[in-house]
């Protein structure tokens, strides 16, 4: 099994900040990566595939990057509905989800 | 607009039978393969269950396999999650999700909670 590991667990960040959230592969999974967004109670949401690629809808100031076993999902500047819990997901050799960072409001 | 809807969690003992099914709209769903996945506060986001678009290929992990059984129907739209022998460990909140070609998942649903207990 691939394991996906996320950090922080937790990162507190003011509104109009920046945010750089950390995934790491334990093996090479090319680009086969995606994040998701989830809000309490919701299901979870594309915002990047193909390590870099955003889905229809996000905003650019979301913008992945990384290949093989290390990810990086950056929030250029946080907007009061981008605090949420961030996963990460590798889709190369079957799937599974990071733990999860939780971006909170400072 | 594409949406999906899971149904028929709830409370079920150990070692009962449950099955869960996912309504899809908005979208052509005989085209795509679907997930289960669930999630629980401890073990986080864990994939379930994949089939292939025409219904003929089905994937499970280790953790159900022998237990679970993904179905759906392509007239009705409809994707099936028939969960028998449950056990405690089995509880989590349920969601179905569309795939795309490649593999990844775009579109879930809100969810389905299963709570296993005596």
């Known amino acids: 099994e691939i394991v996906m590991t996320q950090s922080p667990a937790t990162l507190s960040v003011s509104p109009g900040e920046r945010a750089t959230l950390s995934c790491r592969a334990s093996q090479s999974i090319s680009s086969k990566l995606a994040w998701y967004q989830q809000k309490p109670g919701q299901a979870p949401r594309l915002l990047i595939y193909?390590?870099?690629t955003r889905a229809t809808g996000v905003p650019a100031r979301f913008s992945g990057s990384g290949s093989g076993t290390e990810f990086t999902l950056t929030i250029s500047s946080l907007q009061s509905e981008d605090f949420a819990v961030y996963y990460c997901?590798?889709?190369?050799?079957?799937?599974?989800f990071g733990q999860g960072t939780k971006v909170e409001i400072k | 607009q594409v949406q999906l809807v899971e149904s028929g969690g709830g409370v079920v003992q150990p070692g009962r039978s449950l099955r869960l099914s996912c309504a899809a709209s908005?979208?052509?769903?005989?085209?795509?393969?679907m997930y289960w996945v669930r999630q629980t506060p401890g073990r986080g986001l864990e994939w379930v269950a994949v089939?292939?678009?025409?219904?003929?290929?089905?994937y499970y992990a280790d953790s159900v396999k022998g237990r679970f059984t993904i179905s759906r129907d392509n007239s009705k739209n409809t994707l099936y999650l028939q969960m028998d022998s449950q056990r405690p460990e089995d509880t989590a909140v349920y969601y179905c999700?569309?795939?795309?070609?490649?593999?990844?998942?775009?579109?879930w649903g809100r969810g389905t909670p299963v709570t296993v207990s005596s």
């Open positions: 908005g979208f052509t769903f005989s085209a795509y393969a």
């Open positions: 999700a569309r795939e795309q070609p490649d593999k990844y998942m775009d579109v």
């Open positions: 089939i292939s678009f025409d219904g003929l290929n089905k």
């Open positions: 997901q590798q889709y190369n050799y079957w799937w599974t």
């Open positions: 193909g390590a870099s």
